[in-house]
């Protein structure tokens, strides 16, 4: 396909090996039975490319050698594009980060108030919120209020709870490869820590006959 009269003179071919790769294109001029050709070479391999894309990149080229300002502008163009773009993509990275803290807020606000409230009568519903915060990592340090969940391989299930246990922060701690049973040790004991398990919910207490006899009014 011609652009403004212009069409390839030869077949594209390519120069050099690896990054240093380039492809040899070369344009004709038709003006009757006189005509003119172009040829330079553009980076990489474009051999695949259509006609009418190698033509507009040619011409680019000739452009930005005729009009070196007009090609600088174009690149400063395409610079304000691409950093707009990316202000765009860090702007919806905030939002997304934003977003994220807010509902971290909420699994917590929950968590507080439903384990340590003793309010989850089920083991299932444990597991399910504790799979929510993230495992403990060796070596990290937590700063007062973090909460993360930690392994208990030695624990029996009773109802589907899972061997995972919520730990909450009170001051700063850096755990180092502790079990559960030595985080309820020194570190819960003195109060740096809590550990909060899931408890098989204490049943009602029954309401015992009482012992005196109910008295009736004299007719």
Known sequence: ???????????????????????????????????????????????????????????DVLKAELDP????????????????KLTQTENKQNELLELTEKINKVVRVMAQDSIMGEKIAYGTTYKELVELFPLV??????SPGSMFAIEDPEHTELNGEGKRVLIQTNQQFIYQGESLK???????????LAV????????PKKEE???????????
């Open 69 to 84: 300002g007009s090609a600088i502008v174009q690149a400063q163009s395409k610079i304000e594009q691409a950093e707009q």
């Open 196 to 203: 909060w398990k899931w408890e098989v919910p204490k049943e």
């Open 209 to 219: 006959p009482s012992s005196e006899l109910e008295t009736q009014p004299v007719q």
């Open 137 to 142: 990592e060796n070596g990290k340090s937590y």
């Open 182 to 192: 030595q985080l309820e040790g020194g570190p819960s004991q003195n109060g740096i």
């Open 1 to 59: 396909m011609a652009i403004n009269n212009y069409t390839l003179a030869t077949k594209p071919y390519t120069r050099g090996f690896g990054d240093k790769t380039t492809t040899v294109v070369e344009i004709r001029l038709q003006d009757g039975n006189r005509y003119s050709t172009n040829q330079r070479e553009l980076v990489g391999d474009r051999t695949q490319d259509n006609e009418e894309t190698l033509i507009q990149a040619v011409l």
